[in-house]
């Protein structure tokens, strides 16, 4: 089965927001407790592209930015019902790219799922 779903992504001007969620499957449960850390990151369509680290939270809530995001991105999840989210503003044309949610067991980081990816596109 699929361990984590993203959805959320679209097609928005410059400017704009959207909110993007990761829902995890019980195909993505970590040993013991369950414990997990949830990061979000993306695929910009280039040449040589690579998967870039943008946010992450914590299992304690501690959050993470990489700068070209701060301010503008704020990463969130619901224990409860075991999903992040990503709320996305002032959206830039650069920021147009593939979005993948991961979580990474928190006691066994060699144990890490990843999503199938949501496209956001920015246009100017």
């Known amino acids: 089965g699929v361990p984590l779903v993203e959805s959320g992504g679209d097609s928005v001007q410059a400017g704009g927001s959207l909110t993007l969620s990761c829902a995890a499957s019980e195909f993505a449960e970590c040993p013991g407790s369950n414990e997990n850390d949830m990061s979000w990151h993306r695929e910009r369509q280039s040449p040589g592209k690579e998967r870039d680290f943008i946010?992450?939270?914590?299992?304690?809530?501690?959050?993470k930015y990489v700068d070209s995001v701060k301010g503008r991105f704020t990463v969130s999840r619901d224990k409860d019902n075991d999903m992040v989210f990503l709320q996305m503003t002032d959206l830039k044309p650069e920021d147009t790219a593939v979005y993948f949610c991961k979580r990474t067991c928190a006691w066994r980081p060699n144990i890490f799922y990843w999503g199938q990816g949501t496209q956001v596109t920015v246009s100017s």
């Open positions: 946010a992450s939270i914590s299992n304690a809530g501690r959050t």
